[in-house]
């Protein structure tokens, strides 16, 4: 997004495979060396005894108890045991739809980059039936579209915009520099106080280094996850509640701005994103829902 608001806030698979809303592709591990091979792919129509693993998103996890249709991390009836090797992905959306989504973004926006920041909030497109889990995805991704332009942008153009960036009534005060708090990312994260709040949830120091955001593909997924999924913004709920409560994706288009789109503010743009959500919903099979516009 052009600007991260300063309403800061801090604060199965094998069904839905067979109905199309989920593709098992081959994971790029991004784990260490020594990691754990993946288990077999989890089902939410399979019992789940305690001990009993298996594999979701490219990670391993164990049930503390009797599960049967609640996935891996949805939930509070699996632990997480890291990421694996030599699995399947089962996120919601395939490398191949994500490469339709973005046929032209730049090399910086991995698919695994996407798929390495999903276990900072496994509940992200994760929560619910197969349908709100890829209407979760697709609203995400529409506003990642929107606001670096189909993800070819990974910084900020407008350079003399990045000193204002700079919050200096925030005890923490700038210590990377002035300028140094411009916008990055799929949603253009900006903003100093952003980037020590999300940091801090994220175990990463983006104060004293927000240039990690456009280093690492899967530090800039997680800056806008965390976002999506803890921040209110100018709206009264996060962008995650809104999907997968059933408000609908016009409320994410308000707890990213609010006014400045929503109630007449700018209706072409928030034309605009419905549109990119409409195609992206499109390509992924799945009806766009109600709710779309704010």
């Known amino acids: 997004m052009h600007r991260i608001k300063r309403f800061l806030t801090v604060p199965a698979a094998l069904a ?18 020594g990691a754990e091979p993946c ?4 089902s939410a129509s399979v019992d789940y005894r305690a ?8 990670r391993n996890w164990t049930a503390k108890w ?31 739809r994500f490469d339709e989504i973005f046929p032209d973004r730049h090399p910086f926006y991995t698919y695994q980059g996407l798929i390495d920041a999903l276990h ?5 497109a994760n929560t619910g039936t197969p349908q709100t889990r890829a209407r979760e995805a697709a609203a995400f991704l529409t506003h990642a579209d929107f606001e670096s332009v189909g993800l070819k942008y990974v910084k900020e153009i407008n350079e003399a915009n990045y000193w204002r960036k700079c919050d200096d009534t925030q005890p923490f005060g700038c210590p990377a520099g002035r300028e140094a708090y411009y916008g990055r ?9 952003n980037y020590k709040a999300a940091g801090d949830a994220l175990g990463l120091d983006l104060l004293n280094d927000p240039w990690l955001v456009e280093r690492d593909p899967s530090v800039a997924w997680r800056t806008a996850l965390w976002y999506w999924n ?3 913004g100018p709206g009264t709920m996060t962008s995650h509640e809104a999907m997968v409560g059933g408000a609908g994706f016009g409320e994410t288009i308000r707890s990213l701005n609010g006014a400045l789109e929503c109630d007449g503010g700018n209706p072409q743009s928030v034309a605009a994103r419905v549109q990119r959500y409409e195609r992206i919903t499109g390509i992924l099979d799945v009806a766009p829902g109600s709710g779309l516009t704010c």
Do not use: K
């Not at 839905?16 to 060396?33: D, E, N, V, Y």
């Not at 900072?120 to 992200?124: K, N, T, V």
């Open 66 to 96: 009797w599960s049967r249709n609640e996935n891996p991390g949805a939930g509070s009836a699996w632990s997480d045991r890291g990421a694996c090797t030599g699995g399947v992905s089962d996120f919601v959306i395939s490398p191949e």
């Open 39 to 42: 288990a077999p792919l989890h």
């Open 230 to 232: 803890t921040q209110n």
């Open 51 to 58: 001990g009993d693993t298996v594999s979701h998103h490219g």
């Open 120 to 124: 900072a909030y496994p509940r992200f």
């Open 185 to 193: 990312g799929p949603i253009m994260f900006s903003w100093n106080f």
């Open 16 to 33: 839905a495979l067979a109905a199309g809303f989920l593709t098992a592709t081959p994971a790029a591990s991004a784990a260490s060396p």
